[in-house]
C-alpha cells in the first residue's frame, strides 16, 4: 500500500503563514484531503481535491499540490488553528484511502 | 445538517469480536458512502473500510480477513464487526460519510467511540 509521510510538528508565529506538506507517490495520481483535530474530538476536512474548501471552513486555509507532495497552506494563522493535521489521498494500488502520520501545528 | 453516532461495547476481551453501530440523523443514508476509521491512542488516523448505501464493500487490506460492514437503509444505520480482537485493536473508532464524487473526503464524522480490549 502507498504511504504518505508528513513532517511530524510545526510551529508558526501568530498571524504568520504556515505550509504544512504530505509526500507520497500516489499524490502523483490522486489529489489530497486534509483534515484538523483537535484534541478529543474528531477530525474535521478543512480541505479537499485540486481546489474545494467545505463550507464553513475560513478562507485562510488553501490546499495545491505539484508532482509528489501536496501542502495545506493556512494564511494568517490564529491561535485556534493549533492542531494535528492529516493528510489522505487514494492509496495507487487500492480503492482504499490511507492518512499520513499527521502534523502537530503549534502557534506561537 | 447529517450528524453521525456510534454506539456500542466500549470494551471487548481478546478474541472476541468487536461491534459496533452508526446511527445517521438529520439526512439520508442513500447515495453516500459510509466509512470507519480508527485512531490507537496518540497514533494516526486508519481506514477500516466503507460501505456504499446498496451495500458494496471495501475493505483495508490488513484487516480485511476479520472485518465485516453492513448496511440498514430502514434504520438509517451501519455496523462494523471485527473478529479475533487483540490489544492492537485498542482505539478510538470513527464513523464517517462520504460523497460519491469525493469518496476519500469525510464530510461527517461522528464523535467516536473508544474501544478497549482487555481481559
Known amino acids: 500500500s502507498s504511504e504518505l509521510t508528513q513532517d511530524p510538528a510545526v510551529s508558526v508565529a501568530l498571524g504568520q503563514t504556515v505550509r504544512i506538506t504530505c509526500q507520497g507517490d500516489n499524490l502523483r495520481s490522486y489529489y489530497a484531503s486534509w483534515y484538523q483535530q483537535k484534541p478529543g474530538q474528531a477530525p474535521v476536512l478543512v480541505f479537499f481535491d485540486k481546489n474545494n474548501r467545505p463550507s464553513g471552513i475560513p478562507d485562510r486555509f488553501s490546499g495545491s499540490s505539484s508532482r509528489d507532495t501536496a501542502s495545506l497552506t493556512i494564511a494568517g494563522a490564529q491561535a485556534e488553528d493549533e492542531a494535528d493535521y492529516y493528510c489522505s489521498s487514494r492509496d495507487s494500488s487500492d480503492n482504499l484511502w490511507v492518512f499520513g502520520g499527521g502534523t502537530k501545528l503549534t502557534v506561537l | 445538517q447529517v450528524q453521525l453516532q456510534e454506539s456500542g461495547p466500549g470494551l471487548v476481551k481478546p478474541s472476541e469480536t468487536l461491534s459496533l453501530t452508526c446511527t445517521v440523523s438529520g439526512g439520508s443514508i442513500s447515495n453516500y458512502y459510509w466509512n470507519w476509521i480508527r485512531q490507537p491512542p496518540g497514533k494516526g488516523l486508519e481506514c477500516i473500510g466503507y460501505i456504499y448505501y446498496s451495500g458494496s464493500t471495501k475493505y483495508n487490506p490488513s484487516l480485511k480477513s476479520r472485518v465485516t460492514i453492513s448496511v440498514d437503509t430502514s434504520k438509517n444505520q451501519f455496523s462494523l464487526k471485527l473478529s479475533s480482537v487483540t490489544a492492537a485493536d485498542t482505539a478510538v473508532y470513527y464513523c464517517?460519510?462520504?460523497?460519491?464524487?469525493?469518496?476519500?473526503?469525510?464530510?461527517?464524522w461522528g464523535q467516536g467511540t473508544l474501544v478497549t480490549v482487555s481481559s
Open positions: 464517517a460519510r462520504s460523497s460519491r464524487t469525493a469518496m476519500g473526503s469525510y464530510d461527517a
